[in-house]
């Protein structure tokens, strides 16, 4: 599967993917086939970021 390009979609599916089925973005991450920093650079870009407690990016 490829994933969305424009960061706002990628962080929505990325959200809706840590609520519904994975307990944390390293388990995300590795499903996926994806670096974790990526993601996270990726997602900062539009000033997101991880918070692991809540499982999301905000």
Not at 38 to 58: A, R, V
């Amino acid at each position: 599967m490829s994933l969305p390009k424009d960061p706002i979609i990628l962080l929505s599916y990325i959200n809706t993917q840590l609520r519904d089925h994975y307990a944390s973005l390293d388990d995300l991450c590795k499903s996926l086939g994806i670096e974790p920093n990526w993601l996270e650079q990726t997602l900062k870009q539009i000033d997101y970021s991880y918070e692991e407690g809540q499982n999301q990016f905000i």
